[in-house]
């Protein structure tokens, strides 16, 4: 009993996400994830994010994103996962659409990205395409649009120590994107996870990522902290 309470703590504070349970799954999955980060930009800052996954099919899953954050930011995404089983793993395409309004400040970001990779029970690799564009919505008379040019490399590698079954599980890795940001491909994330299941249904999760801070990440001069505890149940 004492182990499985150290073994529960640790997980709390060093992570988990729900891309640690989702592969080889064919069960709907919701989590929810209370947040708190701080960067140079926005400081101390809290927030509410809910997922869902979706296995439609053999071959095919979705996932959708939604949070919101006390700095003023609004972000969602959707993600379409055609799937392919190897003897060995399986290979998928994602293709994504994310969307950001930091409505304190008067702007917007729309992001279309496309991938491929190979997943496995201890590592996935991943790399692609993304295209943003940015937009002005807030009150001025004099609205502006940019669109970056040209398209930007996404990538994300990921291990886990543990077969994906496993009734507790950590890993880490190194991506330039993640269900609600993309950054240029020089300024990476940071990221470890890591989830305990309580039964067969309900699962604890938590997640550290070390990011870039600052407005659309133009410049990132320093590097600041995010942390998300939640839980999910699968149906």
Same mark, same amino acid.
């Given at each position: 009993m004492k182990n499985k309470i150290i073994i529960l703590a640790f997980?709390?504070?060093?992570?988990?996400?729900?891309? @640690?349970?989702?592969?080889g799954s064919d069960r709907y999955t919701v989590s929810a994830y209370a947040n708190?980060?701080?960067?140079?930009?926005?400081?101390?800052?809290?927030? +509410?994010?809910v997922r869902g996954f979706l296995p439609l099919a053999r071959h095919f899953e979705m996932t959708a994103n939604a949070e919101?954050?006390?700095?003023?930011?609004?972000?969602?995404?959707?993600?379409?996962? $055609?799937?392919?089983?190897?003897p060995? !793993?399986?290979?998928?395409?994602?293709?994504?659409? #994310?969307? *950001?309004n930091l409505y304190k400040y008067g702007s917007s970001?729309? +992001?279309? @990205?496309?991938? @491929?990779?190979?997943?496995m029970?201890?590592?996935?690799?991943?790399?692609?395409?993304?295209?943003?564009g940015m937009f002005d919505?807030?009150?001025? $008379?004099?609205?502006? #649009?940019?669109?970056?040019? $040209?398209?930007?490399? +996404?990538?994300?590698?990921?291990?886990?120590?543990?077969?994906?079954?496993? *009734?507790?599980?950590?890993?880490? !890795?190194?991506s330039n994107y993640d269900e609600y940001e993309y950054e240029r491909m020089w300024q990476p994330i940071f990221f470890i996870n890591g989830h305990y299941d309580l039964n067969e249904r309900v699962s604890l999760l938590a997640c550290v990522r070390i990011k870039p801070t600052g407005t659309f990440h133009q410049i990132a001069s320093f590097y600041g902290i995010d942390t998300r505890l939640g839980v999910s149940y699968k149906f």
């Open positions: 997980f709390l504070l060093v992570g988990g996400a729900l891309n @640690a349970q989702t592969y708190y980060g701080y960067n140079s930009s926005w400081k101390n800052y809290g927030g +509410v994010d919101i954050l006390t700095s003023g930011v609004f972000s969602s995404s959707v993600t379409a996962r $055609p799937k392919f089983l190897l060995v !793993g399986e290979i998928f395409i994602d293709g994504t659409v #994310s969307f *950001r970001e729309l +992001v279309f @990205a496309a991938s @491929a990779g190979y997943r029970n201890y590592i996935s690799v991943q790399a692609g395409l993304f295209g943003r919505t807030g009150d001025s $008379p004099e609205k502006f #649009s940019l669109r970056e040019t $040209p398209l930007n490399l +996404v990538y994300r590698v990921a291990f886990r120590v543990r077969p994906l079954e496993c *009734r507790w599980n950590v890993g880490g !890795g190194i």
